[in-house]
């Protein structure tokens, strides 16, 4: 069995998937590759079959276009390995933190014991001017051993695992049950979200894995972007609500108690930037931020009392349209911060 399953969800990447391709090819006879071929109408169908021609790991599915959540969703069904990761195909992993990942995973699998979540971290990258930010979790886990959820340390404001940081155990992951919507942006909050009750036993490995491309105009994450597609933040934001209960939450361990509460205060303040921060159909977009709340309050009401009294709440007093303004300044100031605008 291979040790990690590579998903590559691909949409007219002909540009860019090659060096992602490259880069997951540096793990040898341990991974499988699936090039997920997501209707792409430029050359990548063309360049995944040449890669699959050339190495047997790699594999590739063409399917009609479904979005990047449907590209996870497929990577995961057909998954052989071990672990299971997602790289999309404008971002890479750098190859000796790859090796050092991999020669763990095997010095664990020859040792009978592996964990259910490995962590790593994960950098920004901002290649037109060779920026970069890092993320790292040194102040949130234990290194160099296995540890469950009890010994986290708290999250502060933005820090969060995403996607990029995780390496689920792929049997772990199914029995999660989590199948990301189709043709919706910002799914990744899901995957990072709605698995982590699953993962008893956790490893962090203190390495610079997987690099995050920062920069295109076309990137989901531009502020731009980010304030025109606010509908499917919202709807991102009720698949998470939707997943747990309060009262479920608060019957975990302390630490994974606190961390997905953290985490769902995060994606509610980017939720409620994404939607007050356009500057057309302000009646449209204060009503939907209304019905979200309402959904909220509807579906729990220990959730919706702790969602007002956190993050959100310092906002909550301003102006719809002024809330917008702050919000806004508040996640370009970020980016900036990051290197990722």
């Known amino acids: 069995m291979k040790l990690i399953s590579f998903a590559v969800p691909c949409y007219n990447s002909a540009g860019y998937m090659r060096r992602c391709i490259d880069s997951l090819l540096k793990g040898g006879e341990d991974v499988e590759i699936i090039v997920v071929n997501d209707g792409s109408k430029d050359e990548t169908p063309l360049i995944a079959a040449e890669y699959a ?72 990258e901002k290649v037109c001017d060779n920026a970069r930010y890092v993320r790292s979790y040194v102040h949130n886990f234990p290194q160099g051993r296995f540890f469950g959820w009890e010994e986290v340390k708290r999250f502060h404001k933005s820090n969060v695992l995403l996607m990029h940081s995780l390496l689920y155990r792929t049997d772990k992951l199914r029995q999660s049950n989590t199948i990301l919507p189709e043709h919706t942006f910002y ?6 979200y709605k698995p982590l009750p699953f993962m008893k036993k956790l490893y962090y490995l203190n390495v610079d894995l997987y690099r995050y491309y920062i920069g295109r105009e076309d990137q989901s ?25 309060y009262e479920q939450l ?73 809330r ?18």
Not at 60 to 78: A, D, I, M, Q, R
Request: proline share 2%; charged share 25%; hydrophobic share 40%.
């Open 53 to 124: 021609a050339i190495h047997p790991n790699v594999r590739v599915v063409n399917k009609e276009n479904g979005g990047h959540g449907s590209g996870v969703n497929k990577g995961l069904e057909l998954a052989q390995g071990l672990y299971y990761k997602v790289v999309d195909s404008d971002d890479w992993l750098d190859g000796d933190a790859l090796e050092k990942l991999l020669a763990l995973l095997r010095e664990h699998r020859d040792a009978g014991k592996l964990a259910d979540l490995y962590i790593t971290n994960f950098v920004y």
């Open 187 to 192: 799914v990744d909050n899901i995957f990072a």
């Open 221 to 245: 994450v531009s502020a731009k972007n980010i304030v025109r597609r606010y509908d499917q933040q919202i709807r991102v934001m009720k698949e998470m609500i939707g997943a747990y209960t």
């Open 250 to 322: 608060e019957g975990l361990e302390s630490g994974l108690c606190g961390y997905m509460k953290h985490y769902l205060s995060v994606v509610m303040m980017l939720t409620m930037m994404f939607t007050a921060g356009g500057r057309e159909d302000i009646p449209g977009r204060k009503a939907a931020l209304g019905e979200l709340w309402d959904y909220v309050r509807e579906r729990d009401g220990q959730m919706y009392a702790y969602l007002r009294r956190s993050y959100p709440a310092l906002v909550n007093w301003l102006p719809f349209r002024l």
């Open 324 to 341: 917008g303004r702050v919000m806004v300044a508040g996640y370009l100031y970020y980016s900036k911060k990051i290197k990722c605008s």
